[in-house]
């Protein structure tokens, strides 16, 4: 489910206000859920300090009162000490989910520094960086995604080619994308009219449904919803020029594109046997075993790595994660959903592009969350955290756990350092994996993961030393 996010800090303390479109609201201080009065008298309590809240968080309806607002400052420190020790543990075992959403420029940062960046160097696992990650009082309950607002224009280039208008013109009647020419009526027909009993998933912004073409062809349709139209005609846009230009295996291959009177439909290739994180979930029947958890890394690597280097242009996913990730009958993976793909950096010399911060919670580059530059190595940093959730099977937070245990990097790093790698291993995963491969993976994860994009590994290099970890993993089972 969609969730917003909205973020204040002042001084060193932030709060923070979710919605989902459930109607869920959830308020946070310095990352500890509190009920709304809590939250009330802490933003009081700012605007008596001079910060700059009223307007940001109208939409809540505190009832501001006055005494509150002459507190001495001293006392309203301590106020908001003990108001974010009262955090109310979430009961539910809601993961943390779901796209993006709207966060004031300030909170994003102080998101990343509480919440996202334990202060961890990748390659080697030092005493102090241990040290801090193990202080780091923090913990992130919170369940969004977001988007933080600054330049959202890719540089403008002489080098680049404007795309064709005849493949992706955004014109009122069908687009003709090379491989399919379908219209409004056959694909209504084709999913029955929209029928329930063909939905096969729903996302941020749209339902997905299974259907048939008259060729017999079985598809997948994206079908927007109507309050999402607005800011859904930039996504679906970004969505079907990249995708239009995209044909590779382990890439959602993107068939045709409709957009007419009150409908914005996509269609794509269908990928018959659910997400990844079904699979980790154990929904779908036997649970992965290591050999396929490589392979499915490997698919996903070489995937990222083609819309990186080898796409027409440089292309940046943004959203990598387990619920993006589909697969085949024979369990290869493929990546899904290009609603926030963009663009790279178009002239040689320029290192990013700057644009909103977009992503899913748990995933996000906190040096992207940051400084809003983006480059390829956001995407390593999600596929680290990614490759984190293969291995353990947990999300990138578990809400349910204990604040140690809670966001998976900062759980993993810890007891990577104390030499526990094999506690971080799926549970539901039988298999006893070799000690040394599982501290490679490890290792690798931590790379992708590190907080500095330039102590990342690209995406080709990530793919090369997980096909050397297989090979070791095969030794290794071979042996046993
Ligand atoms: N091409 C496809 N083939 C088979 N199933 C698909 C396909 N695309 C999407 N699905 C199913 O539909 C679900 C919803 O997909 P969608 O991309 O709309 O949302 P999401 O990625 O889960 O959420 P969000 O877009 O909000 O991050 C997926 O989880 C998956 O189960």
């Not at 036997?286 to 080898?310: C, P, S, W």
């Not at 950096?345 to 992207?368: A, F």
Request: hydrophobic fraction near 40%; charged fraction near 25%.
């Amino acid at each position: 489910s969609e969730v917003v996010l909205q973020s204040r800090d002042c001084d060193s303390d932030w709060v923070a206000h979710s919605y989902s479109s459930h109607g869920q609201d959830l308020f946070y201080i310095n990352g500890n859920v509190v009920n709304k009065v809590a939250f009330c008298e802490a933003l009081q309590l700012y605007i008596a300090k001079g910060c700059d809240v009223k307007d940001y968080f109208g939409s809540v309806k505190c009832v501001v009162d006055d005494s509150f607002v002459n507190l001495p400052l001293k006392a309203g420190r301590k106020l908001l000490k003990d108001l974010s020790n009262e955090s109310t543990p979430r009961g539910d075992s809601n993961p943390v989910s779901s796209k993006v959403v709207v966060i004031g420029a300030g909170g994003a940062l102080l998101v990343c520094c509480a919440v996202l960046c334990p202060c961890f160097y990748a390659k080697r696992r030092k005493a102090t960086s241990h040290a801090v990650l193990a202080k780091d009082p923090n913990s992130m309950d919170s369940v969004s995604s977001f988007e933080a607002s600054t330049n959202d224009k890719i540089p403008a280039s002489p080098l680049r080619v404007p795309p064709s208008p005849s493949r992706f013109s955004m014109s009122p009647k069908l687009t003709r994308l090379k491989s399919l020419h379908l219209n409004l009526n056959q694909v209504t027909r084709a999913t029955q009219n929209f029928s329930e009993t063909l939905q096969i998933g729903e996302g941020g912004f749209g339902t997905v449904y299974k259907a048939k073409l008259e060729d017999g062809r079985v598809v997948a349709v994206k079908r927007a919803k109507k309050e999402h139209f607005d800011s859904l005609r930039t996504e679906f846009s970004s969505e079907i020029e990249l995708l239009a230009k995209i044909d590779h295996r382990n890439l959602v291959k993107l068939l045709g594109y409709i957009d007419k009177g009150n409908e914005r439909l996509l269609i794509t290739e269908f990928v018959p046997n659910g997400t990844l994180r079904e699979h980790l979930d154990g929904m779908r029947g036997k649970i992965l075993d290591f050999n396929q958890r490589l392979e499915i890394a490997i698919d996903v690597a070489h995937g990222l790595t083609y819309l990186h280097l080898y796409a027409e242009k440089q292309i940046i996913h943004r959203d990598v994660k387990s619920s993006n990730i589909l697969l085949t009958e024979s369990m290869r993976a493929k990546v899904a959903d290009f609603g926030f793909a963009r663009l790279g950096p178009v002239n040689t010399d320029q290192t990013h592009i700057s644009t909103k911060v977009k992503g899913t919670v748990g995933y996000l580059d906190p040096e992207y969350m940051k400084t809003y530059q983006l480059t390829p190595k956001s995407d390593v940093y999600s596929f680290g955290i990614l490759l984190l959730e293969i291995v353990t099977g947990r999300r990138p937070v578990e809400l349910k756990k204990t604040v140690e245990e809670r966001v998976t990097l900062r759980w993993a790093f810890r007891k990577y350092n104390e030499g526990s790698v094999v506690e971080l291993v799926d549970p539901l995963m039988e298999e006893a994996v070799n000690g040394d491969v599982l501290m490679k993976m490890f290792d690798l994860a931590f790379q992708c993961a590190a907080p500095i994009r330039t102590d990342r590994p690209d995406m080709k290099s990530v793919g090369e030393q997980l096909w050397a970890i297989r090979a070791d993993y095969l030794k290794s089972a071979r042996r046993e």
